[in-house]
């Protein structure tokens, strides 16, 4: 049986989708790139939604349809016809019900945003930036395997291999909305390759994953931004160590500090510094829009304490366990070399469900 609240609820969304993709038409909007590419987002949204309700509705009417046939139908051939396609249609109708339940609730608007992804080597010392350089060949490869773009924008070098910091730009299809889930601490158990006596250590590692802010996001004032330049170090030849290209933007109303280096040209490491500085400043408000919903859901994944220990990579038991879902698989070789996303698939699972218990469907 068709769920009439949901129907209501589609009919509105319906009717929303048109009026927007008519206010796309108008030459106003069309002139005023702000407003355009605002609607163009929410249009964009609404897409799969509204394809999944007409499929809905068509499989109502076929249902209707297969049970008029049924109840009236002399001929036993076409009743039988009729009560395969009920068999058929009522669990797909469910099913459909169960989609439109979930694409109803309000996503989070930063989800389809490219990220800024950062990892520090924690706790630890020479074992925790060698894992922190382990966690980012880990990350590359499932960009590899999901068609993203990883662009790295500033490296500080562990002593022993590894980093005690890195900053990647990552872009791709909702990016955002997929790796916000490795926010937090990342705890490893393991022999360091510092230690003589084969002794299992622990070690941490923090990551941070933040929404890029779009040009439109955030209004930056330049005169707040002091610009420092200075010459990159680390790998790069001749030309990268000697010159001034490296860029170090501090915003003086926040405090927030960002630097690039990894390009030749001093323009380059201003834009992408610039980009990574709104970026920053944006998620200043953002953070608070996190604490608040990590409040209501105990699953809650994409929180902003990102002080919060979420997962352990145990080596000695070839063990991944994170602790928020408590989720343990034992393919520790497989999940460093980028295969991560069984477990990302369980926290959007359990995710959608803490957010399906929040609202009113």
């Given at each position: 049986m068709a769920d009439n609240a949901i129907l209501t609820r589609l009919d509105g969304l319906k009717n929303k989708y048109e009026e927007i993709g008519r206010q796309m038409t108008e030459p106003d909007i069309m002139s005023d790139m702000k407003r355009f590419v605002q609607l163009n987002k929410?249009?964009?949204?609404?897409?799969?939604?509204?394809?999944?309700?007409?499929?809905?509705r068509l499989a109502i009417a076929n249902l209707q349809e297969a049970k008029d046939v049924f109840a009236n139908e002399k001929d036993e051939e076409?009743?039988?016809?009729?009560?395969?396609?009920?068999?058929?249609?009522?669990?797909?109708?469910?099913?459909?019900?169960?989609?439109?339940?979930?694409?109803?609730?309000?996503?989070?608007?930063?989800?389809?945003?490219?990220?800024?992804?950062?990892?520090?080597?924690g706790a630890g010392g020479d074992e925790a930036a060698i894992f922190a350089g382990d966690l980012m060949r880990m990350y590359l490869k499932y960009f590899e395997?999901?068609?993203?773009?990883?662009?790295?924008?500033?490296?500080?070098?562990?002593?022993?291999g590894g980093y005690k910091e890195i900053v990647l730009k990552v872009t791709g299809e909702n990016v955002y909305g997929t790796l916000?889930?490795?926010?937090?601490?990342?705890?490893?158990?393991?022999?360091?390759?510092?230690?003589?006596?084969?002794?299992?250590?622990?070690?941490?590692?923090?990551?941070?994953?933040?929404?890029?802010?779009?040009?439109?996001?955030i209004e930056l004032n330049m005169n707040d931004i002091r610009k420092d330049t200075f010459c990159s170090s680390g790998p790069g030849g001749q030309s990268v160590n000697t010159t001034y290209s490296a860029i170090r933007l501090t915003h003086i109303p926040t405090g927030i500090v960002v630097q690039c280096q990894d390009q030749k040209s001093q323009l380059k490491n201003f834009d992408k510094a610039l980009e990574e500085l709104r970026t920053r400043i944006f998620n200043l408000e953002y953070a608070k829009y996190l604490d608040e919903i990590a409040s209501k859901r105990k699953t809650m994944v994409s929180t902003g304490d990102r002080s919060a220990k979420i997962r352990t990579y145990n080596y000695p038991q070839g063990r991944i366990t994170d602790h928020r879902i408590n989720y343990t698989a034992y393919n520790l070789p497989v999940f460093m070399d980028g295969d991560i996303q069984d477990l990302i698939d369980h926290l959007i699972v359990a995710e959608n469900a803490e957010r399906l218990k929040e609202s009113d469907l």
């Open positions: 929410e249009y964009k949204e609404l897409q799969p939604i509204i394809e999944t309700s007409e499929k809905y076409m009743k039988e016809m009729a009560r395969e396609e009920i068999a058929e249609l009522e669990p797909k109708i469910e099913q459909f019900e169960e989609e439109i339940k979930l694409l109803l609730i309000p996503k989070d608007p930063q989800d389809a945003k490219n990220a800024i992804l950062e990892i520090r080597g395997r999901k068609g993203w773009k990883a662009e790295i924008t500033n490296t500080s070098e562990g002593t022993s916000k889930y490795e926010s937090g601490v990342h705890r490893v158990q393991r022999v360091p390759q510092t230690e003589t006596q084969g002794r299992v250590h622990t070690s941490a590692a923090s990551v941070a994953v933040l929404p890029e802010a779009e040009e439109f996001d």
